[in-house]
């Protein structure tokens, strides 16, 4: 196998660049943005699995980073007992009701083919389905709502272990995949493109409005971790023997431990997902997919069953998304549905993409990487520049301190700054795919 020595020494750049900060900054600053590194390259590799494998055009990735982050909630928070109490039993009714009407639905519709009044049938059960729904849910909702809403108002999860919401986060995003490609992937690039992100804003909109699901705007802390706690550690004696060899402060010490055993794991997911998706690029279905993202009529021709294949790529990408948005949830330590902005969680990911190399996995990462460090970055530089910039100018002065703190607005001007230059020297990324 040809080594590349251009890719190694972009990767060698990006880590010298944290190193950098690391010794300028902290080391505990340069932990967490490489953490969150890991966690944007692999929502990159996500939507690179849509758009680089697939062609298709998903600007919905925040909905599904969404769901990931639920699944943090769902699956490791501790069940809420009186909320069940109150309003669990109803709940359960509506959602019974709710499943009868859409069987009862696609009976219906099936049952009913070719007859003039099988779409007012259809829409007679869908209509008193949802208000027999919501003659249950209703009560049960305002009553578990109601049960100490400063501190629970939901149901909570099930109090299982952190790690196991990392996988469920895919199977939801998966499984709102599967009903949304089945809805709008036989529409054109344009409009696939609009329906995702009308999706995934009636998503974000759901998670903000029931507080019975996750307490909404009022957010969900204090998720519990799979790597120690600093106090903890702070309270060890080995611990405190090794700041006190290393001249080191116990709590910037017991901080890069946590960053360094967030980062373990999150580089583990990274590498297995990775290591799959160059399994499955260079494998006959990797052949296939590429051949329908260039050309799908000439696909449809040889027997390739496009619309299939689309939402199997579709499912694929949205699980890597929902995955990397339950890490990020493990992360943060609590689950914020108004923090779900698609220029967070869509427009640099698509921007990630680009950078690194549609197409490839690994420009996916380092896209990943670059990114997400200039994203974070870019309030620093921009301060830096704007102070050598005013060097000559008076404390006092009007321009000076308009362009200093003007320096907080520079992240979007490098953004734009840093994809033009990639555009124009290196249009296919900074890792172009490799033409077999």
Request: glycine content about 12%; overall charge neutral; some cysteine.
């Amino acid at each position: 196998m040809r080594i590349n020595f251009r890719n190694i020494g972009l990767f060698a750049v990006m880590a010298l660049l944290l190193a950098a900060v690391g010794m300028l900054q902290s080391w505990s600053v340069a932990l967490t943005i490489f953490n969150l590194c890991l966690i944007s390259a692999i929502m990159a590799l996500g939507v690179n699995i849509q758009w680089g494998y697939g062609g298709l055009l998903n600007v919905g990735v925040m909905g599904f980073a969404a769901l990931g982050g639920l699944a943090g909630v769902l699956v490791s928070m501790p069940p809420v007992a009186n909320a069940w109490a109150a309003g669990g039993a109803g709940l359960a009714v509506a959602l019974l009701v709710a499943l009868a009407t859409i069987v009862a639905a696609a009976f219906t519709y099936f049952k009913l083919s070719g007859s003039g009044y099988r779409t007012v049938a259809v829409g007679l059960v869908v209509v008193v389905g949802y208000f027999a729904t919501r003659w249950f849910m209703d009560p049960a909702v305002n009553a578990i709502e109601a049960v100490d809403p400063s501190k629970t108002g939901y149901l909570g999860g099930l109090g299982l272990p952190i790690l196991i919401s990392w996988g469920v986060g895919g199977l939801l995003a998966a499984g709102a995949a599967w009903v949304v490609g089945k809805i709008a992937l036989g529409l054109r690039s344009d409009y696939l493109a609009i329906a995702t992100l009308g999706i995934s804003e009636i998503i974000v909109a759901v998670l903000k409005n029931e507080d019975w699901l996750a307490r909404g705007v009022k957010n969900v802390n204090g998720i519990p971790r799979p790597v120690p706690y600093e106090v903890d550690l702070q309270q060890s004696e080995a611990i405190r023997q090794l700041a006190a060899d290393w001249n080191m402060s116990i709590i910037d010490l017991s901080s890069i431990i946590v960053k360094l055993s967030y980062a373990g794991l999150f580089a583990i997911v990274l590498l297995v997902i990775l290591w799959l998706s160059e399994r499955a690029l260079r494998s006959p279905w990797g052949r296939m997919m590429r051949a329908i993202r260039d050309n799908e009529t000439a696909a449809e021709a040889m027997g390739k069953d496009v619309t299939r294949r689309h939402l199997q790529v579709f499912v694929l990408g949205s699980a890597v998304i929902g995955i990397a948005g339950a890490m990020l949830t493990t992360l943060d330590g609590q689950f914020t549905p108004a923090s779900y902005q698609p220029l967070r969680f869509t427009f640099l990911i698509w921007v990630m993409v680009i950078v690194g190399g549609s197409g490839n996995n690994w420009g996916a990462v380092l896209g990943g990487f670059v990114i997400w460090f200039f994203w974070i970055e870019a309030e620093p530089l921009g301060l830096w520049v704007m102070d050598v910039l005013t060097a000559g100018m008076s404390e006092d002065n009007p321009l000076r301190l308009h362009l200093l703190d003007s320096a907080a607005h520079m992240r979007l001007m490098m953004m734009g700054l840093i994809l033009l230059l990639v555009l124009r020297f290196t249009p296919r990324g900074l890792i172009p795919e490799s033409r077999r």
